[in-house]
T-cell receptor, first 117, second 115 residues
Framework: DTGVSQDPRHKITKRGQNVTFRCDPI?????LYWYRQTLGQGPEFLTY????????KSRLLSDRFSAERPKGSFSTLEIQRTEQGDSAMYLC???????????????FGAGSRLTVL | AQTVTQSQPEMSVQEAETVTLSCTYD???????LFWYKQPPSRQMILVIR????KQQNATENRFSVNFQKAAKSFSLKISDSQLGDAAMYFC????????????WGAGTKLIIKP
């Protein structure tokens, strides 16, 4: 397993266009998270899946944002009608559930950087 | 609501020296976890060290150790024998035991290592 993979690494789009990011978590991890990180700031929580169920969504996740995790494997994050304020790094992370020392420790992907012109 | 504050936007240290990064947090909860993550330029966030709030003993991972002061709500990271590869953004993060799906992050400290 090569860790958490995110695609694309960089995306430049024009305002108003739709974009979709993909995240492939570590295969044995059943929890998947999306965070957004703007320049000079720490990440902000967007949403969380346990298997295929989306259990939590931040108020930051406006109606233009939607995330899915069909079959509890990879996840997609779609942003519709992008705005310049959506420019950020979108981070995906995964973790396992359990009571071992490594449980629920997040492993992050390298992120997908979005630039909206 | 919980908050995490890192008051040092940037720190620099001579190679092989020791540096301490500061983090304070605010919470009314008693059961939580604290983390330090490292983010090298253009690379992913990597866990450096973590601390369970119920443990009095400070966590240590090789050259990295923490000073956890629960009453003061302080969680500093000490890096000993600094190496060029330690250069990165360092983020302090908090996770509630009850809302264990969400990390709350500080703004980060940029660590520069001088050769």
């Amino acid at each position: 397993d090569t860790g958490v993979s995110q695609d694309p690494r960089h995306k430049i789009t024009k305002r108003g266009q739709n974009v979709t990011f993909r995240c492939d978590p570590i295969s044995e991890h059943n929890r998947l998270y999306w965070y957004r990180q703007t320049l000079g700031q720490g990440p902000e929580f967007l949403t969380y899946f346990q298997n295929e169920a989306q259990l939590e969504k931040s108020r930051l996740l406006s109606d233009r944002f939607s995330a899915e995790r069909p079959k509890g494997s990879f996840s997609t994050l779609e942003i519709q009608r992008t705005e310049q304020g959506d420019s950020a790094m979108y981070l995906c992370a995964s973790s396992s559930r359990g009571r071992t020392s490594g449980a629920n420790v997040l492993t992050f992907g390298a992120g997908s950087r979005l630039t909206v012109l | 609501a919980q908050t995490v504050t890192q008051s040092q936007p940037e720190m620099s240290v001579q190679e092989a020296e020791t540096v301490t990064l500061s983090c304070t947090y605010d919470t009314s909860e008693s059961d939580y976890y604290l983390f330090w993550y490292k983010q090298p330029p253009s690379r992913q966030m990597i866990l450096v060290i973590r601390q369970e709030a119920y443990k009095q003993q400070n966590a240590t991972e090789n050259r990295f150790s923490v000073n956890f002061q629960k009453a003061a709500k302080s969680f500093s990271l000490k890096i000993s024998d600094s190496q060029l590869g330690d250069a990165a953004m360092y983020f302090c993060a908090y996770r509630s035991a009850s809302r264990n799906y969400q990390l709350i992050w500080g703004a980060g400290t940029k660590l520069i290592i001088k050769p």
